[in-house]
Structures are given as structure tokens and as C-alpha cells.
């Protein structure tokens, strides 16, 4: 959080924190960071989301523009003066603009995390946010009032791959949301061919080989995330309920039983 925080003070006019009801310092390093930082303590309600959250962000600043970052992002100074630039254009209501994501504190160039490209950069009153963990963003203009930036915005991620188990546990809902979508019964086969189509998109289509062990890890993981959400999916179609084990072993002794 202090680094969040440092980063940005010097150049922009509000920092609106949505916390989600930590229980650590947040709070309080917050408050001692001065009369630019706005802190939110608005823990998610039953039903919502990271989309939620964010959007209770938007509803809260005060500025034009808004800038849509998590804790673990950081501007570099070309980013930075790209973004003060581009905002004075009236011929634009949003931007997008890409990340280096970090896996396991390591910048990744292949394995998918090069095709993030969202619009986090957007007018306040234009710009929503949808979807559940991998929001979705919605503005309220044509594509032609939509540019891009050319600098990328540095992501951390986790600090480590526990980290990153544990978050892909609360993501699991999304991908088997995804596939429940589809309507489709799930068969034997899939269990087997998604995970490995899986691991060839990351590892091979989209160069996560050229990441070296971080790449390989990262494709397994994928691979292993979407077969959880597929053995998930399969169980809920097939499930056997305990009142029907119980049925399937219920017996009744017989007279002769009580004759032995």
C-alpha cells in the first residue's frame, strides 16, 4: 500500500480506496497519507463482485478522468506522461493500454499474460465495470472516441505461487460459471482434452515456453485450474445424493435372521 500510494501523489488530484474489509493497516496508512487519499470501507454484499466494487469506486470520485488500478499496479514515468497527455484530447472519452504482468514476481512476456488490453483509462459519468472476478468494462462510446496507449502499466500480482492458489481458488467460480453457461453435458473425454488444450493454447500458441520455468508452471496451472472447473461441473450434473446411498444400503432383517 505505501508504494501504491507514493507512486501516485505527486501527480494526481484523488486516490479513492475501495476496501473490501481487510483487517490489517489499510486503514490507517490510508489516513496518515494525506488529503488526497479517500478511504472506503465497503465490504462486498451478498451477489456482488470485483465489478461491484470498482463501480462503487466511480460513483465515489470526484474527478473527469479516473484512472481503475489495484494495489499491486504501478505507473512508470513514460506511463505517467502518456496518460496527462492523453486525457486532455477531447476527441477521446477512454484508453486502453496494456500490462507487464508479474508471475511469481517474474515479468512475463508469453503464456496469455501479453494479451491483456482493457480500457482502465475513461471518463467517470461514461464508465462502468461488469462480470464477477475478471471484470468486464463498459463505455458509453464509439470506438473511434476509444485510442490506446503505447506505455504499459507494471503488474505484481501475488507475491508467490501459494498465493496464486489460493486466488485461483475464488476464480474457479467464474470458469465453472463459464462452462455452466454453455449448457452442454459433460463427458469423460472432456476432463482429459480441455486441460491439455488448455496447457497447449498457454504453453505453446501464446509463447509461454519463451517465459522458461515460470511459463511452463504458469501453463500447468492454467491446465489444472480448468480441469478442476470441468471435474466440478461434472459433479454437479452427476452428482448421487447421501439419501440415495443410504437408500442404496438400507436393509431390513427378516424373521429368519432373528431364528439363526
Not at 467460480?173 to 491439455?196: F, H, Q, S, Y
Not at 461441473?233 to 427378516?254: H, Y
Request: positive net charge; proline residues 3%.
Amino acid at each position: 500500500m505505501p508504494g501504491f500510494l507514493d507512486h501516485l501523489s505527486s501527480w494526481v488530484d484523488e486516490i479513492v480506496i475501495v476496501d473490501d474489509g481487510s483487517t490489517d493497516r489499510t486503514e490507517a496508512i490510508c489516513a496518515a497519507a494525506g488529503p488526497k487519499v479517500r478511504f472506503l470501507r465497503l465490504p462486498r454484499r451478498e451477489g456482488e463482485y470485483y465489478s461491484d466494487q470498482r463501480n462503487k469506486g466511480i460513483d465515489a470520485a470526484r474527478s473527469d478522468w479516473l484512472l481503475h488500478m489495484d494495489i499491486d499496479e504501478r505507473v512508470t514515468s513514460d506511463l505517467a506522461a502518456e496518460i496527462r497527455q492523453a486525457i486532455r484530447d477531447t476527441a477521446k472519452d477512454g484508453y486502453r493500454f496494456r500490462r507487464l504482468n508479474h508471475f511469481m514476481h517474474r515479468p512475463m512476456r508469453g503464456g496469455g499474460w501479453q494479451d491483456w488490453n482493457l480500457i482502465h483509462l475513461a471518463r467517470r459519468d461514461l464508465f462502468r465495470f461488469g462480470g464477477m472476478f475478471h471484470e468486464t468494462c463498459h463505455l458509453d462510446a464509439p470506438s473511434e472516441r476509444i485510442g490506446q496507449l503505447k506505455r504499459r502499466m507494471i503488474h505484481f500480482n501475488e507475491h508467490n505461487f501459494e498465493k496464486r492458489l489460493t486466488k485461483s481458488g475464488v476464480y474457479l467460480e467464474e470458469i465453472v460459471k463459464n462452462i455452466e453457461d454453455r449448457g452442454k453435458k459433460i463427458k469423460g473425454w472432456l476432463l482429459i482434452w480441455a486441460p491439455i488444450k488448455e496447457f497447449i493454447k498457454k504453453y505453446f500458441y501464446k509463447l509461454g515456453v519463451r517465459d522458461g520455468v515460470p511459463g511452463l508452471i504458469s501453463a500447468l496451472h492454467s491446465a489444472t485450474a480448468v480441469f478442476r472447473a470441468y471435474a466440478l461441473v461434472w459433479d454437479r450434473q452427476n452428482r448421487i445424493s447421501r439419501d440415495e446411498l443410504e437408500r442404496q444400503v438400507a436393509w431390513k432383517p427378516t424373521d429368519t435372521w432373528f431364528d439363526g
